[in-house]
């Protein structure tokens, strides 16, 4: 879907929300104990921009979407609207590791699958060990 889709923000939300949180809950305990929560909420946040992405082609309605969504997930988290202008401006440059992660996010979107944040796990797992 792009620009015209029907849902509304809290739609978008909801669904965005249950998605992440499915395919956290599917991460092997191994994955879960190995990759901090800061980590964690790095890759999911990156992953919902490319689910949003996937959900409309409007870059201003992405930006909101993904500021609603820090704020109602992560109320502690600060400067959110700094956050997601970052993350824009990281989807215009060149960066393999958030251009999978969205990749990842755009496809959980598309085909409803829950393995993808399975991926960004052992990603995240790779990098972190090679650094």
């Given at each position: 879907?792009t620009?015209?889709t029907?849902?509304?923000?809290?739609?978008?939300y909801e669904?965005?929300?249950?998605?992440?949180?499915?395919q956290r809950a599917?991460?092997?305990?191994w994955?879960?104990?190995?990759?901090?929560?800061?980590?964690?909420?790095i890759?999911?946040t990156w992953?919902?921009?490319?689910?949003?992405c996937?959900?409309?082609?409007?870059i201003?309605r992405r930006?909101?979407l993904?500021v609603n969504?820090l704020?109602?997930?992560?109320?502690?988290v600060k400067h959110?609207?700094r956050?997601?202008?970052d993350?824009?401006?990281?989807?215009?440059?060149?960066n393999?590791l958030?251009?999978?992660?969205a990749a990842?996010?755009r496809?959980a979107?598309?085909?409803g699958?829950?393995?993808h944040l399975?991926?960004i796990?052992?990603?995240f797992?790779n990098v972190i060990?090679?650094?």
């Amino acid at each position: 879907m792009t620009s015209g889709t029907s849902k509304t923000d809290s739609e978008a939300y909801e669904l965005a929300s249950r998605t992440a949180d499915a395919q956290r809950a599917n991460l092997p305990e191994w994955q879960r104990k190995q990759i901090s929560d800061d980590e964690m909420q790095i890759g999911e946040t990156w992953f919902v921009w490319g689910f949003y992405c996937a959900m409309t082609d409007d870059i201003d309605r992405r930006k909101r979407l993904l500021v609603n969504y820090l704020n109602t997930k992560y109320p502690d988290v600060k400067h959110s609207q700094r956050i997601v202008d970052d993350i824009a401006k990281t989807a215009d440059e060149e960066n393999r590791l958030f251009d999978a992660i969205a990749a990842a996010g755009r496809q959980a979107y598309r085909e409803g699958g829950d393995g993808h944040l399975t991926g960004i796990a052992t990603i995240f797992l790779n990098v972190i060990r090679n650094h």
